[in-house]
């Protein structure tokens, strides 16, 4: 299956859905994004059509989707004015879970968050 450019997937991402970032999950097949409207959307990295699930991240001011944390939970970074604030997300039930506020704290507004899988020991 292929587009008119002969590439698998031939399609524009409406430009509202990329304002706060994405993340491309673990196995290429799906986007998360955040529409302007402040909810939390998939898109089928392949067809590009948006998942019907739409989750509301708007209690604060969504600064960027980081990263999936699993293969269903994307973490959503969020600021209140005083400290980023991070929420894990279940892209297929919409429920969200704040995680510790001690972790938020240590970041800022423009901080790097990890983006690599955790180092794993040697010999164990």
Known sequence: MTGPSGLVG??????ALT???????PDG??????TADLKLVTLDARTGRVGKRRTDVGDYEVIRVERWI?????LV???????VLLTKVHVRTG?????????????????????SAPETRQGS
């Open 29 to 34: 097949r799906t986007l998360a994004l955040v």
């Open 19 to 25: 304002e706060y970032g994405g993340a491309l999950s």
């Open 95 to 115: 429920a969200t879970e704040e995680l510790d506020a001690e972790l938020g704290e240590s970041l800022g507004y423009d901080s790097r968050w990890a983006r």
């Open 70 to 74: 699993g293969r269903d939970e994307v």
């Open 10 to 15: 031939d399609y524009r991402i409406d430009a």
């Open 77 to 83: 970074r969020r600021w209140d004015d005083d400290y």
